[in-house]
């Protein structure tokens, strides 16, 4: 692995970070106290969000198998991946194809540092510190050049990421932030992994964005339509976009690890509230 040489990693323990707090919802170890109560916060705003992470996760697993066993892809910029846990992308795709490549971009330098750690005996996969709003600097990175060949078919994976992306903080456009890689670089037969936390009823919508976002926390959520015209142009692989949910599901995919003890009360909330939930599919470019 080739990471990120030139940053700085600076792991702070008595502030939360994002990245952290969604690891623990995952189940992972790597958190600390105020994490956890970053977590606990956000979810007596959001008690969905739990499932939807890790409903997410294991889309994750169901869309980078498809892309690797039926259309053949054999390199992935997996963008806002976040801290590693159990069915990474690059553990995904070199199960099925053991020289797949991988280019992890995130804008926190923990994910670099457990990154290096995870990634150390593994030339085929990197973690590189970008904001992946500014997408020539993910393109420009050397490591993105190192493994990534843009004359071949390429799945760009932007996995419950985009709803952080808010109009008026992107940097510039929210489609510019997905899209350009996928209508710029790509070629014909490239593939874009998607999801997007949705909540189709505009006046809940205002006022739950509203109150997320004065918590301090940037969110816009979208509506289905919305997500639809962020991605138009591209043709969605059967069974289209839908509750990931619904996306292939697989009841013998490898499962997650437990639910931590805190968190046990809001399982399954997602289910039974059914108005927040995570939309997206697989699209590929014609």
């Known amino acids: 692995m080739a990471a990120d040489e ?37 979810l007596q705003i959001l008690p969905e969000i739990m499932d939807i992470a890790r409903g997410n996760r294991l889309f994750l697993y169901r869309a980078v198998r498809y892309l690797v066993e039926e259309a053949g892809i054999e390199q992935f910029i997996d963008m806002g991946c976040g801290l590693p846990t159990n069915n990474n992308v690059h553990q995904v795709a070199q199960r099925f194809n053991p020289n797949a490549r991988v280019v992890y971009v995130d804008i926190d330098p923990i994910v670099l540092a457990h990154g290096r750690a995870l990634l150390a005996d593994n030339d085929n996969t990197t973690v590189i510190t970008a904001d992946f709003r500014d997408q020539q600097a993910v393109l420009d990175h050397p490591d993105t050049k190192r493994l990534i060949d843009f004359s071949k078919p390429v799945a760009v994976l932007y996995l419950s990421v985009a709803q952080f992306l808010r109009d008026d903080q992107s940097g510039g456009s929210v489609r510019y932030a997905i899209r350009h890689i996928i209508d710029e670089k790509a070629v014909s037969g490239s593939y874009l992994a998607f999801s997007h936390v949705v909540l189709d009823d505009p006046e809940k919508n205002a006022k739950l964005t509203k109150k997320v976002n004065d918590d301090g926390i940037p969110l816009q959520l979208r509506s289905r339509e919305e997500v639809h015209e962020l991605l138009e142009g591209l043709e969605p692989v059967d069974p289209g976009l839908v509750d990931i949910e619904e996306w292939r599901p697989d009841p013998n995919q490898p499962p997650l690890d437990p639910v931590p003890e805190e968190l046990r009360p809001f399982e399954g909330v997602a289910r039974m509230n059914n108005v927040l939930y995570e939309y997206g599919g697989v699209l590929r470019k014609p």
């Open 6 to 42: 030139q940053v700085n990693v600076e792991i702070p323990l008595d502030k939360p970070t994002s990245a952290r707090a969604y690891g623990w919802l995952l189940g992972g170890k790597d958190n600390f106290a105020v994490d956890r109560e970053l977590a606990l916060g956000t």
